[in-house]
């Protein structure tokens, strides 16, 4: 397993962009797809975006694609997300998440470590 520490939240109006960053660490990081889940309040977590190892490989949502962006740097060992475009419906808890299938698998069941989440909150 690894553990993971996201960072990057807050508020932010609606149309406005904001950046995630998640920092892992563990001897198997690199063994791990990487990705961000989400959890308005009442609703169940979601996925929104994943990473393969080499970045060369990534999956989004669909209520996300073509406004957020996932990426890696593995050398800091850290996986980021852009949010441009931002909607008041974006408001949620995003959490960081390793999964060695994560991306093929898109609910909580290809997760094998969370992160305790950041809150944003996206203002209309």
């Known amino acids: 397993q690894v553990a993971l520490v996201e960072s990057g939240g807050g508020l932010v109006q609606a149309g406005g962009s904001l950046s995630l960053s998640c920092a892992a660490s563990?001897?198997?990081?690199?063994?791990?797809?990487m990705g961000w889940f989400r959890q308005a309040q009442g609703k169940e977590r979601e996925f929104v975006a994943a990473?393969?190892?080499?970045?060369?490989?990534?999956y989004y949502a669909d209520s996300v694609k073509g406004r957020f962006t996932i990426s890696r740097d593995n050398a800091k060992n850290t996986v980021y997300l852009q949010m441009n475009s931002l909607k008041p419906e974006d408001t949620a808890v995003y959490y960081c998440?390793?999964?060695?299938?994560?991306?093929?698998?898109?609910?909580?069941?290809?997760?094998?470590?969370w992160g305790k989440g950041t809150l944003v909150t996206v203002s209309s």
């Open positions: 998440a390793a999964g060695r299938s994560l991306g093929y698998i898109r609910t909580t069941y290809g997760v094998d470590s």
């Open positions: 563990g001897r198997t990081v690199r063994n791990y797809r």
């Open positions: 990473i393969n190892w080499s970045g060369g490989s990534t």
